[in-house]
């Protein structure tokens, strides 16, 4: 008897560790391997599996339901800001921007990462330059590997959306070669599913750095992410499909590495 009050004893420890870890940042290792948590954390608090296209519940930063407002027609200002991977997605948009009478602004920071426009006025310089009615912020491809990213970027994540206050705006996320740890997650727990687009969902071809997409590739991103912004976004702007090809280069600012 006394055996088996013990086995239901550890039984009951191991469970409140498990518990406490799954509500936890914090991501154990053995042997260099993560350990997976349980749904707990999900089943409590009602946070769905796949949240994207679902609305934010109580655990999300965001904190409120989003809800889509009505379709801007005017022309806009759009930034599109952030590491390389825009590299191919500028070159589509400016066909988008140039059809549907929008100004486009492009800047390029190789390598950026979250953490370097939360510790600069990076982003809040070229808002106050370029005035811009709408952003793309396209920033995440660069930390997919950053372990505990939660506790280390997560800071910035809000930095960046406070600089960006009240200006309409769209968080695109990387374009995922592999699986992420964190990344997606962290930066959709921040801004919700209507200012969030999922590039990890998509299929690429892929330059031989075996991270970027090709042009070709890229241009058929940009067409999800305008459709997506048009039809599933928090502030919808036209950017129907482009008829003809811009004869325009973006206009495109490029900053280099910090060292």
Known sequence: ???????IGMLIVTAAILTIYSFSDYEARIGG????????????LGI???????????RDTVNKVQKQEPMDTTSQRIMIIGDSMLEGLMLRLKDYTAFNHHDLRTIIWYSSTTDYFGNSDTLSYF?????????MLVVGANEMFVSDIIRKRNKYVKKMLKDIDTISYVWVGPPNWKEDTGINDMILNNVGPMHYFPSKNLNYKRFKDGAHPTHESASMWMDSIASWVMNKSMKPIVLKMPLTKSKNSPNTTILQPLR
Do not use: H
């Open 1 to 7: 008897m006394n055996l088996i009050w013990k086995v």
């Open 33 to 44: 391997v993560i350990i997976k948590k349980t749904k707990i954390r999900e089943f409590i």
């Open 48 to 58: 769905p599996d796949d949240p994207y296209g679902k609305s934010i519940t109580r």
């Open 127 to 135: 808002i106050k330059q370029y005035k811009p009615t709408f952003i």
